[in-house]
């Protein structure tokens, strides 16, 4: 499985982005996938992960409300909707597909993208 992150870019406090992992390779729809962010002086933080048929998702606290993920399996892509964006959001973003359903830690996950940067600022 091939992964391939885009949609980041510069927000203000309170904007929107959303960003999309596009898949390649064999059976999208088999994987739990998720959304993780890291900073220079953090290790890799779970953000939210969907099951494969899309119907069982979970966020980490700080981003509930504010943050849905969802996926098109007919599109073989992810996609992480962000609303309300705050500083303490700024981060390079990775989706990871793995095939543990309560996986929310980095080394539960089998395959990664390159990343795709984003920066609110206020």
């Known amino acids: 499985v091939q992964l391939v992150e885009s949609g980041g870019g510069s927000v203000q406090t309170g904007g929107s982005l959303r960003l999309s992992c596009a898949s390649s390779?064999?059976?999208?729809?088999?994987?739990?996938m998720a959304w993780f962010r890291q900073t220079p002086w953090s290790n890799r933080e779970f953000v939210a992960r969907i099951g494969p048929g899309g119907y069982s998702t979970y966020y980490q606290d700080s981003v509930k409300g504010r943050f849905t993920i969802s996926r098109d399996n007919y599109k073989d892509t992810l996609y992480l909707q962000m609303n309300n964006l705050r500083s303490e959001d700024t981060a390079v973003y990775y989706c990871?597909?793995?095939?543990?359903?309560?996986?929310?830690?980095?080394?539960?996950?089998?395959?990664w993208g390159q990343g795709t940067l984003v920066t609110v600022s206020s």
């Open positions: 390779g064999s059976s999208f729809g088999n994987y739990i």
């Open positions: 990871a597909a793995g095939e543990f359903s309560i996986a929310t830690r980095a080394e539960e996950f089998d395959y």
